[in-house]
């Protein structure tokens, strides 16, 4: 068993295949599954501080596309679930928030734990897709532009392995 997760971890090691393995990671977090990206950008940035712009622009892409996933996942289980009832007052109240904020709203996609639903909830609302593509596409720059900022600014010091 640990020659396999040893494998697995030489396959997937961020200096040989970096950007991609920071667009899948990016990708796969920003689905309903719970996995943080941020962790395998700051790995690449902090091993190849040359690659911080392409690293936070493939991220920004991959997270942006999850999301765009998981938009078409709520599209989906809103038609075919067609009407929810019986909702409870803080679900109605949550749902008229976003109802008036409508695509704008996708610009909260990056915040933890309700970001990456908050993508489904959209499409399950039927929002404008494209709309909701930039708008999550800004809110995720902005979030790996400063998590990964931040991380270097805590830990300056040269990674050694």
């Not at 998981?70 to 409870?88: F, L």
Request: glycine share 8%.
């Amino acid at each position: 068993m640990e020659a396999w997760f040893a494998h697995l971890l030489e396959a997937l090691a961020l200096p040989r295949f970096g950007l991609s393995t920071v667009f899948v990671v990016s990708l796969v977090s920003a689905t309903l599954l719970p996995l943080g990206s941020e962790p395998a950008v700051f790995g690449l940035v902090k091993l190849n501080p040359e690659l911080f712009w392409p690293a936070v622009l493939v991220a920004t892409v991959g997270n942006t596309i999850g999301g765009a996933i998981s938009y078409w996942m709520g599209y989906g289980a809103e038609r075919a679930y067609e009407h929810v009832r019986h909702r409870k007052p803080a679900e109605v109240r949550a749902l008229r928030w976003l109802e008036r904020f409508g695509a704008k709203a996708c610009l909260l996609s990056w915040l933890p734990a309700v970001g990456d639903p908050l993508c489904a909830v959209a499409g399950w609302l039927r929002f404008p897709f494209w709309p909701c593509v930039v708008y999550m596409a800004i809110g995720k720059f902005l979030r790996y532009l400063t998590m990964t900022a931040a991380l270097l600014w805590v830990f300056p010091g040269q990674f050694s392995v």
